[in-house]
């Protein structure tokens, strides 16, 4: 499996500002996943980030809010932009092995916006 | 569209008794479905995975999973639980077949107490 860190762990951030969170993984993977978990739910898929091509967001998350960058195949970032305390989630980067399909998590950025 | 059901927000058991943790899936297509395991302020582990073959598949820590088609079901199971089994347990789901979108829905997750 695929060993994946993420920063910040952890940050607490003022309303109005924005954090990018950094994805870094230890071989090079042409899929990069983006979700979020908000607190006591399950995961919810805010885009999906291939390297050479524009992020493909889901219904409900735009790229003005939520910015991704994908420079090479091991490193991915992603923007929370203009924050609310409803941006309060973890932030959690997976990878996909294309040869087994299975994907793998980071272990995530807790985020909290006061 | 695809979707994933976890029909009980939490399951208790007594340690040494079997697990079980249900999950249904709606999906148009044959899909392919995972099971994930989430410690406390940790993130998402991989226990194991339904792709095709084989109905039964054994995943890690002991944990195994049956695939129904017939019943749309991925039902986790671990015969003899451990109290270090408490944790939250997710089902997911993903249809990349005439797609290539491996993107995963996820149920809403199962909290498992195991009491010693």
């Known amino acids: 499996s695929a060993v994946i860190s993420q920063k910040p762990s952890r940050d607490i951030c003022q309303r109005g500002t924005s954090l990018t969170i950094q994805c870094q993984v230890d071989?090079?993977?042409?899929?990069m996943f983006w979700y979020r978990q908000q607190p006591g739910q399950s995961l919810t898929l805010i885009a999906t980030?291939?390297?050479?091509?524009?992020?493909?967001?889901e219904s409900g998350f735009v790229i003005d809010k939520f910015p991704i960058s994908r420079p090479n195949l091991t490193f991915s970032t992603l923007t929370v932009s203009n924050m609310s305390p409803e941006d309060s989630s973890i932030y959690l980067c997976?990878?996909?092995?294309?040869?087994?399909?299975?994907?793998?998590f980071g272990p995530g950025t807790r985020l909290t916006v006061t | 569209a695809q979707s994933v059901a976890q029909p009980e927000d939490q399951v208790n058991v007594a340690e040494g008794n079997p697990l079980t943790v249900k999950c249904t899936y709606s999906?148009?297509?044959?899909?392919?479905l995972f099971w994930y395991v989430q410690y406390p302020n940790r993130g998402l582990q991989f226990l194991l995975k339904?792709?095709?073959?084989?109905?039964l598949v054994k995943g890690s820590y002991g944990f195994e999973a049956e695939f129904n088609k017939s019943q749309t079901s991925f039902h986790l199971k671990k015969p003899s639980a451990l109290v270090s089994d408490s944790a939250l347990y997710f089902c997911?789901?993903?249809?990349?077949?005439?797609?290539?979108?491996?993107?995963?829905?996820f149920g809403a997750g199962t909290t498992v107490t195991v009491r010693a």
């Open positions: 997911a789901v993903s249809l990349p077949e005439g797609s290539n979108d491996y993107k995963l829905s």
């Open positions: 339904y792709i095709t073959g084989d109905n």
């Open positions: 980030a291939n390297q050479g091509s524009e992020a493909t967001y």
């Open positions: 071989s090079q993977v042409t899929m």
């Open positions: 997976s990878v996909l092995s294309d040869s087994i399909y299975e994907q793998y």
């Open positions: 999906v148009s297509g044959n899909p392919y």
